[in-house]
C-alpha cells in the first residue's frame, strides 16, 4: 500500500520535463535576456510508470480548522554566505571591521543574490520569506525538488502531514555580523506575521526551521530580534525544531540557543568541513567551532542534538569468517573496516550539478545532506536520549547507518537507512531536474556579471579601487578581455569605463 501512495506522489511530480514551458525562473536582471534551462528526462523507476489513481491538488491546498492545535509542518529553508568573488585584502579588512557597504564584494553580491540563474542548486528563492510553490503547473526549481525529496521520504516513513507548507528565507548572504543579525529581524518580524495569516486559516503550525552556514546564524539571532522589536505577537514565537547544518558555531550566537524560543535544536556537521571553521573575520575575531562546546559562560543545553556526518565509501572486511542477515548490520560489525568520504561544506547543502566544490566521487552525488533530512531525524529516534553527540555514518551500498556516542564509549548499532527502491527513487528525483547547460563556465560568468556590474556602480561614484589581489585582478582582465562573450549569462554586458580606458 505504501509503494502505491509514493507512486501516485511520484507520478503527480514527475511529468517528463523537456518541454519549454518548464524552465527555471526567468531573468529579472536589467541586461541580458536569459537562457532558457533544459531539464533532462527522468530515468526509468519502476515506480514512475504506475497509473495516477486521483487528480493532484492544483495550487496551494487549504486547511481549514477551528482547533489551535498543531495540523500542519511549516519547514523553513535558510541558505548560506553567497560564493565570494575572490577577495581583495581590502575587502577583507572591510570584513573584519564589519564595514563593507559601498566595496566590489558587497556591491557584487548585491547582484548575485538577485539573479535568479543563481538559485539552480539549492534551496533558494527570492529574498525575504517566499513560500515555495510545489504546483504542478509552477516552473522547475531547486527549492520544489528539495520539497519533493522531502515529501517521498515522509510518505515512506509515514510521517507525511496532512498539509506540509515549504518555505525559503533569502537574504543578502554577506559576511558581515551586523548584516546577519538585521536579516534575522526581518525573519523574525515575516514570520510572524505569516503565522498570523495561516492561524487567520484555521492553520496551526510546527515551525521546523533548517538553516545552512551562516543562515544558522541569521536564525541563532531570532531570540535577540524578538527582544528588540517593536512587534508584539498574541503568542511567543516558538520555533519547534531548529536545525543547523554546517553552520560556524561562534561565540556571538551559540548561547542564543538556549533561549526558550528554540524547543529543539539539532546540528549536523562533518569535521572534514574546513570551511565552516575558517571565517575569524565576521565570528568577532575567532575562529568558529564545528560544533557547541561549554565555556565558563555558556553550557551547552540538553535540547541539542548535535551530530558528525559521515558517509562510507566502501568496507573493508577483515575477516572472511563472518556473516550478517541483513547489509547494513555488516556496519557493527568489528571485524571490518570502514573508508570514508565525509562530506565537506558544500556537499552539506548544494546539489551537485552547480556547485564549485563539489566532488564527483561524492558517495551521494547529485544530492547534498541536507536533502535527506527527514530520514536523518528518523534514524536519530533511535539514539537513546542521553546521548547528546553522536556520530552518523550513512553507507549507501548498505542501505544502512551506524550510530555511536561520541561521549561515551559502548553505544554502537546500526539501522536500515533509506532500503530498497527509495534510495534509487531520491536519485532519480534529483537527476530529472539537473539543468543540461549549466556549468562552472556559466557559474563563473554569473560572478563575472554581478563583478562588471558592482564594478560601474563603484566607478560611477568615483570609489572604485582596483583589487591588488592576482586571481580577483586576473578575473577582472578575463572580463575585459572578452573570456566570457561566448557565455549567454554574460552576453550583453558592456566595457566598464576602464576598460574602455584602456586601464
Not at 204 to 215: C, K, L, T
Not at 250 to 257: A, F, G, M, P
Amino acid at each position: 500500500m505504501k509503494s502505491i501512495q509514493i507512486a501516485i506522489l511520484l507520478t503527480a511530480i514527475m511529468p517528463v520535463y523537456g518541454l519549454k514551458n518548464n524552465t527555471i525562473l526567468p531573468d529579472q536582471s536589467d541586461e541580458n535576456p536569459q537562457e532558457e534551462l533544459v531539464i533532462s528526462p527522468p530515468k526509468e523507476n519502476p515506480l514512475i510508470s504506475l497509473p495516477t489513481i486521483a487528480e493532484p491538488t492544483q495550487g496551494y491546498p487549504e486547511l481549514k480548522s477551528d482547533s489551535s492545535e498543531k495540523n500542519a509542518l511549516m519547514t523553513i529553508f535558510i541558505h548560506g554566505t553567497l560564493h565570494p568573488p575572490q577577495m581583495s585584502l581590502s575587502n577583507i579588512i572591510a570584513i573584519i571591521k564589519d564595514q563593507i557597504d559601498n566595496t566590489l564584494y558587497e556591491r557584487a553580491a548585491f547582484y548575485l543574490r538577485r539573479d535568479p540563474r543563481y538559485f539552480q542548486g539549492q534551496a533558494m528563492q527570492e529574498l525575504g520569506l517566499k513560500r515555495i510553490n510545489t504546483s504542478l503547473l509552477a516552473p522547475a526549481s531547486t527549492a520544489r525538488t528539495v520539497a519533493q525529496l522531502y515529501d517521498v521520504q515522509l510518505l515512506h516513513l509515514e510521517k507525511k502531514h496532512r498539509q506540509h507548507l515549504y518555505y525559503t528565507f533569502g537574504w543578502h548572504g554577506l559576511l558581515s555580523d551586523s548584516r546577519r543579525y538585521e536579516e534575522s529581524e526581518n525573519l523574525y518580524k515575516t514570520l510572524v506575521l505569516e503565522l498570523n495569516l495561516l492561524k487567520a486559516q484555521g492553520i496551526y503550525p510546527v515551525v521546523q526551521i533548517i538553516a545552512y552556514s551562516h543562515g544558522g546564524n541569521v536564525a541563532l539571532y531570532l531570540p535577540r530580534a524578538r527582544d528588540n522589536n517593536v512587534l508584539k505577537e498574541q503568542e511567543p514565537l516558538i520555533v519547534d525544531q531548529l536545525i543547523t547544518i554546517a553552520t560556524p558555531i561562534q561565540t556571538l550566537t551559540d548561547h542564543l540557543v538556549s533561549d526558550p524560543l528554540f524547543k529543539e535544536v539539532i546540528h549536523l556537521y562533518s569535521t572534514e568541513d574546513l570551511v565552516q571553521v575558517a571565517d575569524f573575520a565576521s565570528s568577532g575575531g575567532r575562529f568558529p567551532q564545528h560544533h557547541f562546546m561549554p565555556r565558563k559562560t555558556f553550557t551547552v543545553p540538553s535540547k541539542i542534538k548535535q551530530v558528525r556526518v559521515r558517509l562510507t565509501k566502501k568496507i573493508q572486511k577483515l575477516s572472511r569468517n563472518f556473516s550478517t542477515t541483513e547489509p547494513y548490520l555488516v556496519l557493527e560489525h568489528d571485524k571490518v573496516k570502514l573508508i570514508h568520504k565525509d562530506p565537506k561544506h558544500t556537499e552539506m547543502w548544494s546539489f551537485g550539478w552547480a556547485a564549485y566544490w563539489y566532488r564527483e566521487s561524492f558517495p551521494l552525488n547529485p544530492l547534498p545532506v541536507m536533502s535527506l533530512v527527514p530520514t536523518i531525524l528518523h534514524s536519530l529516534e533511535h539514539a537513546p536520549v542521553e546521548y547528546g553527540h553522536i556520530s552518523f555514518d550513512y553507507a549507501p551500498g548498505q542501505d544502512g547507518v551506524l550510530i555511536r556516542s561520541l561521549e561515551k564509549k559502548g553505544f554502537k548499532k546500526a539501522y536500515p537507512f533509506l532500503t530498497g527502491q527509495i534510495q534509487d527513487t531520491l536519485w532519480d528525483i534529483a537527476n530529472s531536474y539537473r539543468p543540461t547547460n549549466f556549468s562552472i563556465k556559466t557559474q563563473e560568468a554569473l560572478v563575472a556579471h554581478a563583478l562588471e556590474k558592482a564594478r560601474r556602480d563603484l566607478i560611477a561614484t568615483k570609489k572604485y579601487r582596483a583589487p591588488h589581489n592576482k586571481a580577483l585582478a586576473q578575473y577582472m582582465k578575463q572580463i575585459d578581455s572578452g573570456y566570457f562573450n561566448d557565455v549567454k549569462e554574460f552576453k550583453g554586458v558592456q566595457p566598464t569605463l576602464l576598460a574602455q580606458k584602456g586601464n
